[in-house]
């Protein structure tokens, strides 16, 4: 592959007044009114230039991008890196040479960004993660990112008779749609389920079970060769389990199942699929079967212990491979494990996969040059792009067969590629932490409290009721519907 | 000459007042203004809406909880810490066998180690209790069990009836050091002929301490309460990269934590400043009240 040169791209540092601050550091009052003095010290907002007024559009920019419009791109530097966003600029200033490129790497997005927002001045494209995202759903409520309808009626760029949209993974999208409207473009795919090393079952004679009563028998044959059959991190991430809890609601009771719950449905927590997949969660914490003291760890001790051995089946999204790298052991072998059947009579396929999408890009509103960002994204959206993506990182990305096949001689993308090829349109997903940050909360502390045996099943759902209930009678909060 | 010295006065005052004015007392009172909003934090408008984010303060139940942990660990934390504090203090300072007015042997580089936890960062100080208080590998229940105290293995952080004495013991940990050294300052000031009048009367350790000691360095441990208080009424940082969602059954979420998800997981900006409002008020209300309650004379020396 000829790999454009990067040396047309500066890094450039910013360092915000905000982030002098430490928000950390300091005693909360005098953190929020300094953050305060800088929020307001803005510009009116509404007097913004009119971004919307495009250049001419033609076959080779199908968007109407000004050509000579600068490109300021900000990237969330985790585990992905940013190196991936420096391959994807490098196309677009192939393809407009007068374009000035500027590339961000940072770490804490909402602390250098809000105020951008705020001075009505933000950039063109925002990767907007990490472990300090701005909260999307109060952005799209003020209006202050662009829907990205144009970009997916747009042709792609490996086969103009395609939309982008056609390129995409079912369900990407489904996170990031606010009343019919996407509003955010995800790049990386996510798969979730139970994470198991290959060698260990290997050498143990264990098979991934299909059915919930196969999964218990092998439970107990964990336990009696001294491993933990389940872990997970309290401290930090009970709600890691929450994804296998919903995954057996869903493939016993199909997709109405969770989509009642986001809807805020009177009962939906409550529902039959929903006491039988608790029930079936609070059997492993009855039983024994979680390593002992989880529930005082952070995830990162817990995947530490699982890679260890101590414990055989943890919960996790696709991303715990570069998550742990350099802590796995060699010949570990990780493999994603689909939740498997709660009954014979189950709606959907064992293969049916709960995904998520992750690494939400967003133009902002009011940037300067919202067409060079809608562009951008279509560049990201490529084949190549996006195979290379997967390459530096291991992740799948929400391109359809950009990784086809392909390995990287990771046992664990195999496997991840594998499963959500298996699943083809069957996937789900809930919404409602994103939509109702209350609720996130509840559901932390109620799935905590669930793991840990300080309540059983019926108490889970019944707490995660009310909570969803007291969503439902607040008038402050914007509803959504999916 | 008197006019000019108002001048030269205002001349001098003029530069750090204008700081002062524009960093700090023009933040608090656009908070206050905030917290009379439904900003979200995103906007360059602020909708006005009056006291309804107070009004909504008061019927909340999660800020109501996270305020009683904050009342619990403003009553522990500057006890326990201020308690340690002074007998370390008296140890190392007049702590040596009757006879003389001298500490312990080796004083000196006790002083210092104690000091060390105090100029470690917040989140340092985390990550080391983070490992420390590990209910499989950390050192703390391993040394339990090496004593044949396993009973008493706890998961330190996991458990809600003892997350926030965990937390609250960290804390004490970080403070002591600081208030040894602090009270140490204040007894080298009290005259050495006191301490030898007291053991010639054969006062014990205990009485010198108590009728000695501490009534002199009354204005000090008021000082130590009200810092203390400020840090127990704060608490963020060391709670928010433990515990960042509150704990176990939401057993250790404090009022700034409640701000911080408010504002930046709610984006509930004039709500969030609402609470920083009344976090303000509180302190202010704490401090008054530890001045007024042990007001009393001052004891010249």
């Known amino acids: 592959m000829n790999i454009p040169s990067l040396n047309t791209v500066a890094p450039v540092s910013r360092r915000s007044l905000l982030r002098t601050t430490g928000l950390l550091g300091v005693a909360a009052v005098p953190a929020v009114s300094l ?6 010290g803005g510009s009116d907002t509404s007097s913004g230039s009119s971004p919307a007024a495009a ?18 791109v900000y990237v969330f530097k985790g585990g992905y890196g940013d190196d991936y966003a420096k391959f994807d600029e490098a196309i677009y200033k192939k393809s407009f040479p007068k374009a000035t490129i500027t590339h961000n790497g940072i770490q804490q997005i909402q602390t250098e960004l809000q105020p951008r927002f705020v001075a009505g001045n933000p950039p063109a494209v925002i990767d907007n993660s990490g472990a300090s995202p701005m909260v999307l759903g109060t952005l799209v409520g003020n209006g202050q990112v662009t829907d990205l309808s144009d970009l997916l009626r747009a042709p792609s760029i490996d086969d103009p008779s395609k939309t982008v949209a056609d390129t995409l993974l079912p369900g990407a999208l489904t996170a990031t749609t606010f009343d019919g409207k996407v509003m955010a473009l995800p790049y990386v795919y996510t798969a979730y389920g139970f994470w198991y090393s290959q060698s260990l079952f290997k050498k143990n004679g264990w098979e991934w079970p299909t059915t919930w009563a196969e999964l218990v028998t092998l439970a107990g044959k964990i336990k009696a060769a001294g491993i933990s059959p389940f872990a997970y991190g309290g401290q930090t991430a009970p709600d890691y389990f929450m994804q296998p809890l919903i995954s057996l609601a869903v493939k016993l009771g199909g997709v109405s199942t969770v989509t009642d719950i986001d809807n805020l ?11 039988q997949a608790a029930q079936a969660i609070a059997g492993l914490v009855k039983n024994g079967w979680m390593m002992s003291g989880s529930s005082g760890l952070t995830h990162t001790q817990a995947q530490t212990a699982w890679v260890q051995g101590k414990a055989a089946i943890y919960p996790s999204g696709s991303w715990i491979e570069s998550e742990m790298k350099g802590i796995t052991p060699a010949g570990f072998d990780m493999v994603l494990g689909t939740l498997p059947s709660l009954t014979s009579a189950d709606k959907l396929p064992v293969t049916a996969l709960y995904t998520g999408a992750s690494e939400k890009y967003i133009v902002p509103a009011q940037s300067k040059n919202v067409r060079g960002g809608l562009e951008y994204l279509r560049i990201m959206l490529s084949q190549s792009a996006a195979g290379h993506f997967s390459e530096l990182t291991h992740a799948p990305t929400v391109v359809k067969g950009a990784a086809s096949g392909q390995d990287f001689g990771s046992t664990a993308f195999g496997s991840v590629t594998k499963a959500i090829s298996d ?26 409290n669930l793991l840990a045996g300080r309540s059983d099943a019926a108490g889970f759902l019944k707490k995660m009721q009310a909570a969803a209930d007291s969503v439902t009678a607040d008038s402050s909060v914007k509803k959504y519907t999916r | 000459m008197e006019h000019g010295k108002y001048r030269i006065i205002t001349l001098f005052l003029a530069a750090p007042l204008t700081l002062y004015g524009v960093f700090v007392l023009s933040p608090f009172a656009q908070a206050f203004y905030i917290s009379l909003t439904s900003w979200t934090g995103f906007t360059a408008a602020q909708p006005f809406v009056g006291l309804a984010n107070y009004r909504r303060l008061a019927s909340d139940p999660g800020f109501w909880k996270a305020l009683e942990h904050n ?15 002074l007998f370390f203090a008296s140890t190392l300072n007049v702590g040596a066998s009757a006879g003389t007015v001298k500490g312990v042997r080796g004083a000196g580089p006790y002083q210092k180690l104690f000091f060390l936890p105090h100029i470690l960062p917040a989140v340092i100080t985390a990550v080391l209790w983070q490992f420390l208080y590990n209910p499989q590998l950390g050192p703390i229940n391993s040394a339990l069990d090496a004593v044949g105290l396993g009973s008493l293995k706890a998961t330190w952080l996991g458990d809600p009836a003892v997350a926030l004495w965990s ?28 301490y030898e009048a007291a053991d010639l009367d054969g006062s014990s350790r205990f009485q010198t301490m108590w009728r000695i000691t501490l009534p002199l360095l009354r204005e000090t441990v008021q000082v130590a309460w009200i810092y203390l208080g400020i840090a127990a009424l704060d608490a963020f940082a060391l709670f928010e990269v433990l515990l960042p969602d509150g704990g176990p059954d939401n057993s250790t979420n404090v009022v700034a934590q409640y701000l911080y998800q408010a504002a930046f997981q709610n984006g509930q900006f004039g709500y969030a400043s609402a609470i920083g409002v009344v976090l303000c008020l509180l302190t202010l209300l704490m401090a008054a009240a530890t001045f007024g309650l042990s007001r009393r004379e001052t004891i010249e020396f």
């Open chain 1, 35 to 40: 953050l305060s003095a800088c929020a307001t």
């Open chain 1, 55 to 72: 250049a001419a559009t033609s076959a080779a920019n199908p968007l109407g991008v000004d050509a000579t419009a600068p490109l300021e």
């Open chain 1, 265 to 275: 449905k009177a009962g939906a927590w409550q529902s039959e699929p929903m006491q």
């Open chain 1, 423 to 448: 699943a083809g349109d069957n996937t789900f997903m809930y919404l409602f932490p994103s939509w109702y940050p209350a609720m996130s909360k509840a559901l932390k502390t109620e799935i905590g």
């Open chain 2, 71 to 85: 009342a619990l660990l403003l009553v522990a934390v500057p006890l326990v810490t201020i308690a340690l504090g």
């Open chain 2, 167 to 194: 937390l609250a013991a960290i804390m004490v940990w970080t403070g002591v050091g600081f208030y040894v050294v602090l009270f140490s300052a204040a007894m080298q000031s009290i005259p050495r002929d006191i």
